[in-house]
């Protein structure tokens, strides 16, 4: 079983400030990991993912990941952010080879970037 | 080539009555994944779906609700007699065949349907 702790609900930036979205998961087997951007009213869209390899992942928008295993943390980073940033961001694990295929979410994090 | 698609987007329903969700994979998606979403929460998984096999329904509520991937059309999500408690979003995510139920494959999320029981 997995669980993932998404540790600020909400986290209020200015723009062109750098930002920390804090991601922490448990689990018993290795993992795939994963950030998600939901705005509002719409489905999820993949960020980046960590499958293996190098720990810092980079994705779209400007976004970096770095996975830690012996913290077990996947946090996402970003050094500029623009107001367009604004939405809720989530942190998901998957488990390594197993044929269960479902995804383990965290509780999200709303990023609000001000002017 | 067209993403997830859900409809309907939103749906209102009073409670008892029946809702049903559809999902239809991106073409060549045959593994298909519901999650529910309720307000101010992530999403929790409900049930992992291939062609017409149920793979996992874990995270589905034991009464009345059902998934179904039938071999032609859309994956069906339906809720029976519904409560309030039921309204949520609904999200569809396909992904390709692969290893393993396709763990590392990226799963693709359709727009989601919005239940909201009166």
């Known amino acids: 079983a997995q669980s993932v702790t998404q540790l600020d609900s909400q986290v209020p930036v200015f723009e062109e400030a750098p930002v920390e979205l804090r991601c922490n998961y448990s689990s018993s087997v290795s993992v795939y990991l994963f950030w998600y951007v939901q705005y509002p009213n719409q489905g999820l869209q993949l960020l980046l993912k960590y499958l293996s390899g190098s720990t810092l992942v980079k994705g779209i928008n400007g976004f970096e990941a770095e996975f830690n295993k012996s913290q077990t943390s996947f946090h996402l980073r970003k050094p500029s952010v623009h107001i367009s940033d604004t939405a809720e961001y989530f942190c998901a694990v998957r488990g390594f080879n197993t044929n269960a295929g479902k995804s383990t979410f965290g509780d999200g994090t709303t990023l609000t970037v001000k002017p | 080539n067209a993403g997830v698609m859900q409809n309907p987007r939103h749906l209102v329903r009073r409670r008892g009555q029946e809702a049903r969700l559809r999902c239809s994979p991106m073409k060549g998606h045959s593994h298909v994944y519901w999650y529910r979403q309720l307000p101010e929460e992530g999403l929790k998984f409900m049930v992992y779906l291939q062609k017409e096999n149920i793979i996992d329904e874990s995270g589905m509520p034991k009464e009345r609700f059902s998934a179904e991937f039938p071999k032609e059309g859309p994956s069906i999500l339906r809720i029976q007699q519904v409560v309030r408690g039921d309204s949520a979003a609904y999200f569809c995510?396909?992904?390709?065949?692969?290893?393993?139920?396709?763990?590392?494959?990226?799963?693709?999320f359709g727009p989601g349907t919005r239940l909201t029981v009166l």
């Open positions: 995510a396909s992904s390709p065949p692969g290893l393993a139920g396709g763990s590392g494959n990226e799963q693709f």
